[in-house]
C-alpha cells in the first residue's frame, strides 16, 4: 500500500502572478517536486483544496477529516499553511484512528526557490513511513505530536509546548 | 543529545569550477543547506573527506567506521557518493554497534540547483531520528536495510535486492 | 567615464517576506546581479527610492529627473517598475538633454529565479553604451524610444506604438 | 528582418549527467532562455555544432563562417565557448562583410543556475540591434572588437588589448 499525499495549498503551492504582481495559488507543484527529487516511492496525489490556512474553515477541515478516514491508505502527508497547521492536526487527531498522518508546509514558496519546502517533504514522507499511527507535524527538520506544537509566529519556526 | 553529520564529498558537495570547465570539491554546502531548510535540529557537521566515492580506499572506510564509533552522538547522518555508499554500509554495520546511522547523497550536485539533494537530506534526518539502531541508507524517498540494496546504475536509482 | 544606475524599486528588487507571506522591499539585488554576471562594468550604483511604480507621484518623478540632471555620468540605467516607467521616461525626455538614459525592469522579482531581470539588466547595460543621447525603455530583448512605447498589460509585454 | 542565433556549444549549454557525474552536451537551452526572459525579439536559432571551443577545427570555423554569409539576416549573434572565442571571431571578419555579429558565451552553465549567460544573452542581442557592421564580442557587460581583445585564463575575464 503505498502513501496518500492531500494538497490544501499554504506557502508550498503558492505562485507569482507577473500581470498583476501579487501571490496566487494555480496547481500544485508536488508532482514536479517528486520529480526531480527523483522519487520512488508509490504515492497518490489529490488536491482538496487551494487555500491560505488563515482562510480554513470549519467545514474545510471537516473535508479534510473524512476524506483521511475514507482513503485506503494508512499512511498520509498533508501539505498544509503553516499559521493554522496545528488546528488541523487537533481536528485530525480527534476524528481519525488508526492512521499515520503528517502535516507539513513551507516558509517560501517552492516556485520562489524554496529550499524549506523541499527538505520538509522529504522529512514528512520519512517520518511518515517510520512512525506509529497518530497525527504529527513536521516541521524545521523536527517531528511533533500534535498535541505538543505551536507555530512561533515572530520567528516563523515550530516549537513544542513543553 | 544531538545528531552528528558526517561529510565524505560526493556528487552533494560538487561544484563548477569555471576556470576550468570541471566539476571538482571545495567546501561543504551542509551549513547552507539546513539554514535555507530553516532546520532547528541541534546537529555538529564535520568533513572527514571530500572524495569521490569511486575513490574511497579500504583506509578511508575504516576511518568512517572510527569516526562513528567514537563520536558520542548516537544518531548519525553520512553523505556520500552513491556509488560505493552500499559498501560503506557494510563496513559501518560489521565495525558499528549500538547507534542509528542513515547514509544519503544526490544525483545532482547542490551547487546545481539539486533538488535531490535537499529532499534526500531532509529524509535522512527524518529517518535517523525515528529508526531503531541499525545502519540504512536513505534514497529517493526510502530507506533501505544496508544488507537490503543495490544501486541500479543504469537508472542511476536504489532498489531493495528481494 | 562610468555608468550610473539608478534603483527605484519595481518588481526587480521585490523580496518574499516570509513571516507575513506578502511581497516587500528591502535592499535592491543589483550589485549581487553584477556579480554573478561577471560583469566588468565601470558603474556606480545609487537607489533613489524603493517602490512600486503605480505609487510614483511627481515628486518622486521630479527626484529622478533632478538626479539624472545632476550626475556626471552621461549614460544612465534606471531600474523601475513597469506599470508607469513610459510616464518616467516622457519626464526625462523633457528635462534631461544630453544624456543616453535606459530604463528597465522585470516582470518576476530577481529574488524568486527572475531570468527576464538579468536578461533585461544585460540589455539595458548594452544599449546605453551603444546608443546616442536620448531616453529608452529596455524590455523583452527591444529598445523602445520614450514617446513610441506601451505597455500592453494584458501581456505583460511592451510594445512600440507605431 | 529578424536576428540569427548560431549556435555552437560552449559551456552556455553544457549539462550534468547524473548517471555517469561529468558534463556533457544535449540540446541547446536557447529557446528555454529566451522564453523565461520574456523576448519579443524575432529570432531564428539553428545549431551549427555543439562542441567545446577548444575542440573547434579550421573546418568548424569554416562551416561558422560560410553560415554566417549565407544566411539572409545580416544582424547575427553566436553562442560559443570562451576558450577559442576570439578565434573564430578574427576568421569571421577575414570572411564576412556587411554583417553586424556579436559572439557571447558564459562561465557557468546555463543549466547550473548561470546568471552570466542570461545576462550575456540580453546584451549580446541588444548590442548586435545597435552596433554597425562588425564582428564583436560580448562578454562581462563590454563589447570589444574582434581585434582588440583576449581573454585573461587566469581571471576568466575578457580585456581590450589597448
Chains 1, 2, 3, 4 share one sequence.
Not at 15 to 39: I, N, Q, V
Amino acid at each position: 500500500m503505498g502513501i496518500r499525499i492531500f494538497v490544501t495549498g499554504g506557502t508550498f503551492d503558492k505562485e507569482y502572478d507577473e500581470l498583476r504582481g501579487r501571490l496566487f495559488f494555480k496547481d500544485t507543484h508536488l508532482p514536479e517536486m517528486l520529480k526531480l527529487a527523483r522519487s520512488r516511492l508509490d504515492v497518490s496525489i489529490r488536491t482538496l483544496m487551494m487555500i491560505d490556512s488563515l482562510e480554513m474553515s470549519d467545514e474545510d477541515r471537516e473535508l479534510i477529516v473524512h476524506q483521511c478516514e475514507a482513503c485506503d491508505e494508512t499512511r498520509i502527508v498533508i501539505t498544509h499553511g503553516t499559521d493554522t497547521m496545528a488546528d488541523t492536526a487537533a481536528a485530525l487527531a480527534n476524528g481519525v484512528a488508526g492512521k499515520t498522518i503528517v502535516l507539513t508546509g513551507a516558509m517560501v514558496p517552492y516556485a520562489f526557490g524554496s529550499s524549506d519546502g523541499l527538505f520538509n517533504l522529504g522529512s514528512a514522507l520519512s517520518f511518515v513511513q517510520a512512525l506509529p499511527h497518530g497525527v504529527y507535524i513536521a516541521m524545521n527538520g523536527h517531528c511533533f505530536a500534535w498535541d505538543n506544537v505551536v507555530k512561533n509566529k515572530a520567528l516563523g519556526m515550530f516549537e513544542s509546548l513543553w
